[in-house]
T-cell receptor, first 116, second 114 residues
Framework: DADVTQTPRNRITKTGKRIMLECSQTKGHDRMYWYRQDPGLGLRLIYYSFDVKDINKGEISDGYSVSRQAQAKFSLSLESAIPNQTALYFC???????????????FGEGSRLTVL | AQSVSQHNHHVILSEAASLELGCNYSYGGTVNLFWYVQYPGQHLQLLLKYFSGDPLVKGIKGFEAEFIKSKFSFNLRKPSVQWSDTAEYFCAVNAATNAGKSTFGDGTTLTVKP
């Protein structure tokens, strides 16, 4: 089983619909992230959370919201989806703890969202 | 804020050719540096990382990268590529004082012809 699990893996929706992408992890990491991948643009950070009570905006947070329901769960919502939110979305985790913290990321398998 | 520049967007090589993918970053402080690989249809996974010590780091599958601080570079190399190395490669950086936020380059797509 994957350590970082995303659902759904694929979703097609219409403009204006509300969409939630869910992420759960069994790695025991405190930090969780949502990234968006677009061809030729690499990965861009949408939101991140360093613990359950901590939520931070990334570089492209407009049009998105998140919820950290538990240490292991971090969901991304599009309140009113629009076509330019069509992309591949990745959830990632990283460890926080004793020793050297390099910020190495562990990724889920991605959620491909198409907004018509 | 940090930024990352990858010089090549698409590289095409024949098997057994040598590979070097360029990565430069912009940040004035101490950094952690990464190369991630994304095989077709798969998620990103770590190829190698540098955070301190020997600037020449070795990763999985015969890849290595050299951190040259004076050039703000972290180029990825492999002496002899295989068809199975066909993938997209991402360079990433975070500030060592705030290792929680990584910034990614735009990615380089490598196609290896058999």
């Amino acid at each position: 089983d994957a350590d970082v699990t995303q659902t759904p893996r694929n979703r097609i929706t219409k403009t204006g619909k509300r969409i939630m992408l869910e992420c759960s992890q069994t790695k025991g990491h405190d930090r969780m992230y949502w990234y968006r991948q677009d061809p030729g643009l690499g990965l861009r950070l949408i939101y991140y959370s360093f613990d359950v009570k901590d939520i931070n905006k990334g570089e492209i947070s407009d049009g998105y919201s998140v919820s950290r329901q538990a240490q292991a769960k971090f969901s991304l919502s599009l309140e009113s989806a629009i076509p330019n939110q069509t992309a591949l979305y990745f959830c990632a985790t990283s460890a926080l703890g004793g020793g050297i913290n390099t910020g190495e990321l562990f990724f889920g398998e991605g959620s491909r969202l198409t907004v018509l | 804020a940090q930024s990352v520049s990858q010089h090549n967007h698409h590289v095409i090589l024949s098997e057994a050719a040598s590979l070097e993918l360029g990565c430069n970053y912009s940040y004035g402080g101490t950094v952690n540096l990464f190369w991630y690989v994304q095989y077709p249809g798969q998620h990103l996974q770590l190829l190698l990382k540098y955070f301190s010590g020997d600037p020449l780091v070795k990763g999985i599958k015969g890849f290595e990268a050299e951190f040259i601080k004076s050039k703000f570079s972290f180029n990825l190399r492999k002496p002899s590529v295989q068809w199975s190395d066909t993938a997209e490669y991402f360079c990433a950086v975070n500030a060592a004082t705030n290792a929680g936020k990584s910034t990614f380059g735009d990615g380089t797509t490598l196609t290896v012809k058999p």
